[in-house]
Nanobody, 127 residues
């Protein structure tokens, strides 16, 4: 019943930009923390960025700090991930997830969010 549709991925050159979208259905986006995850071939899945369900507090992995920005549009029930200065190591499938507890979901990462994993959107950074 809870669904995310990720979009916006594609092929981009190093140094380029993409904006990923996460359109939610089945719940009100503003009531939950939303996180972007990614998984590259042969690597473990990692949390890239989160935005809280309260005051809009956000967090970022060290590897993307200063390059990525997470935002939300409550009217469209959508969360975005603006990705600038892309590097080859950003290549991965990107997924969005949700949870009611920002601290456990995004900061200490003791939960992996609610619902099933979706299909994600592929980001490839290459010359």
């Amino acid at each position: 019943q809870i669904h995310f549709v990720e979009s916006g991925g594609g092929l981009v050159q190093p140094g380029g930009s993409l904006r990923l979208s996460c359109a939610a259905s089945g719940f009100t986006l503003g009531n939950y923390a939303i996180g972007w995850f990614r998984q590259a071939p042969g690597k473990e899945r990692e949390l890239v960025s989160c935005i809280s369900n309260s005051d809009g507090t956000s967090s970022y992995a060290d590897s993307v700090q200063g390059r990525f920005t997470i935002t939300r549009d409550k009217a469209k029930n959508t969360v975005y991930l603006q990705m600038n200065s892309l590097k080859s190591e950003d290549t991965a499938v990107y997924y969005c997830r949700m949870d009611a507890d920002y601290f456990r979901f995004c900061v200490i990462q003791t939960t992996a969010g609610l619902g099933d994993w979706g299909q994600g959107t592929q980001v490839t950074v290459s010359s």
